[in-house]
């Protein structure tokens, strides 16, 4: 058997060399990742010393606090910075989820910053979308599309495609003032509720404003408005309208009193005589209906004695028939010769004698009256 005294210095040795390898496997990849091994410090008062030429010093990292993450090393190769954006966007993913989005923005950037990626671009636009910065995620949504890839990142394509239309529509504000306030504001001819002074949201792109108020001529302004953002302040002037000179109603006048023109009477002689062919003319038919009369009164008689002679209902008939005609036209002839008799007579104008007030004036009233047995007329003159 072997003494303990000769198993103790093996087991150190080996140990020795173990706890070397181990200390040499921890080291070398910081070596490597830092460069050369920096100089030995120079005493405490004694100046620094400027790096040497061709082999910069990489400054310190900065503490990493909220919403910050450690920058890397500038000096390593291309696997060491794939794996630090790795890490760095792992990090971003987890703050993500959290919604920690200021964390996350700045773990998405580093990563970017060490690899530039679409991926990482995407991560950025969804922080500052999630941080309501509108301007800043429009930004980083374009330069995601710029960059992402049709075939592998389809749906991030079509997501970011709509959000942007979405965000580039989300309306500005601006603050509209006037001079007189409580004036009335119309926006490309739309009216708006309220009254000066006050804020409007407004889609992006040109306006017209159009303020106006009672008494005062309205102003228009054109202004641009810029998405998710505050336009500066629009104060509008004014003009107050000259007043109109009250003109009076004009009074009305009364027409003219029409004056009838003054009738001269003719002179006495030049009046001229009337016709007498109207009278002449009813003379005639009343003779005619004197004869018309006789004829049948004759015939009357005649059937009259036939009947008595022969007495039929025929000849009755008939005799009553031609008295009545005989009548009529008795009756025809006396009225019409009653009327002739009158306008002939009144045709013969008599002159006014010298010291009468009124010429002499001659009327007539006619009436004639049929009957089934005889006819007659009833005359008034009045002279």
């Known amino acids: 058997m072997h003494s303990r005294s000769d198993v103790r210095p093996a087991s150190r040795f080996i140990a020795a060399v173990l706890s070397g390898l181990l200390c040499s496997t921890t080291i070398a990849p910081y070596a490597v990742a830092q460069g050369k091994p920096p100089a030995k410090a120079a005493p405490a008062k004694a100046p620094a010393k400027a790096p040497a030429k061709g082999n910069p010093t990489p400054p310190a990292a900065p503490a990493a606090g909220k919403g910050t993450a450690a920058k890397p ?159 500066p302040d629009l104060t509008i002037t004014l003009t107050k309208k000259a007043e109109q000179p009250v003109v009076p109603p004009p009074v009305a006048t009364p027409p003219p009193t029409p004056v009838a023109a003054p009738t001269t009477p003719p002179p006495a002689g030049e009046e001229k005589a009337k016709s007498n062919v109207p009278a002449y003319v009813v003379l005639g038919i009343a003779g005619a209906g004197a004869i018309v009369g006789t004829i049948f009164g004759v015939k009357a008689l005649g059937d009259k004695n036939d009947f008595n002679d022969k007495p039929t209902t025929g000849k009755a008939d008939d005799a009553e028939r031609n008295a009545l005609i005989a009548d009529m036209a008795f009756g025809v002839a006396v009225t019409l010769g009653v009327t002739g008799t009158v306008l002939l007579l009144s045709g013969k104008s008599s002159q006014p004698q010298k010291g009468s007030l009124t010429p002499n004036t001659k009327t007539m009233q006619l009436t004639p009256f049929v009957s089934p047995h005889s006819a007659g007329a009833g005359a008034v003159w009045r002279f």
Not at 136 to 161: C, G, M, R, V, W
């Open 73 to 231: 090393p500038a000096n390593m190769t291309d696997a060491q910075k794939k794996a630090a954006a790795r890490k760095h966007y792992e990090e971003g993913m987890k703050k993500l989820d959290a919604k920690d989005y200021n964390a996350a923005l700045a773990e998405f950037k580093l990563a970017d910053e060490i690899l530039p990626a679409a991926a990482a671009k995407h991560k950025i636009a969804l922080c500052y979308d999630g941080l309501g910065k509108v301007p800043e995620s429009i930004a980083a949504y374009e330069a995601f599309l710029a960059q992402a890839n049709p075939d592998k990142q389809k749906d991030q394509i079509t997501q970011a495609n709509a959000r942007l239309a979405q965000l580039k529509s989300t309306p500005g504000t601006v603050r509209v003032a006037s001079d007189p306030p409580d004036s009335s504001v119309e926006v490309d001819g739309q009216a708006q509720m309220g009254v000066t002074p006050m804020e409007l949201k407004l889609a992006p792109g040109k306006h017209k404003v159009k303020v106006q108020a009672p008494g005062y001529s309205p102003a228009e302004q054109e202004i641009e408005i810029k998405t998710a953002e505050k336009a």
